[in-house]
């Protein structure tokens, strides 16, 4: 089960990824099983040099009862202190933001993938859009050809 931000590529420049753990209950857990993941509108801020996961929709475990959890609540990542700091400092100096791209199961443990991401101008979101409308077309004219 994955659950893939697609706006992030469309809203920004991807520099780097950082495979980062997640901190959650087990209604959270169930829920991710199902695949109630949201993280259209989500980012990652430092706090007091810890990493959270902010805004990120996690839809109510329909069984849950009295021990659901708050569906937009925060939720802590686990990173190493040392990445914690780098990261702390590429924010500061160059105006990056920390937006979650995917969220996986990877050896039964929940894992998002953090992108260090800068925004895209809107020329620089109709650029996008043109070159995947040519690499369309050139896709299906290729496949007629013989």
């Known amino acids: 089960m994955e659950v893939v931000n697609r706006e992030a590529k469309y ?10 753990g997640i901190v959650l209950t087990g209604t959270e857990i169930k829920a991710i099983r199902l695949g109630k993941v949201n993280l259209k509108d989500s980012y990652a801020i430092i706090r007091k040099n810890e990493v959270y ?3 990120a929709h996690i839809a ?11 569906p ?3 939720r802590k990542l686990l990173l190493h202190k ?3 700091l780098k990261l702390n400092d590429k924010i500061g100096q ?9 969220l996986y ?14 925004g895209k101008k809107n020329y620089d979101k109709r650029e996008t859009i043109k070159e995947r409308d040519i690499a369309r077309e050139e896709r299906k004219n290729s ?3 013989y």
């Open 53 to 55: 996961l902010v805004n």
């Open 11 to 20: 809203n920004y420049f991807i520099l780097e990824e950082i495979e980062t």
């Open 60 to 70: 109510e475990y329909k069984e849950g009862n009295i021990f659901n959890h708050d």
């Open 143 to 145: 496949k007629y050809k």
């Open 72 to 74: 937009r609540r925060s």
């Open 105 to 118: 199961f990877k050896k039964n443990k929940v894992k998002i993938l953090l992108g260090l991401c800068k």
């Open 82 to 84: 040392r990445e914690i």
């Open 94 to 102: 160059e105006g990056l933001t920390l937006i979650p791209l995917k």
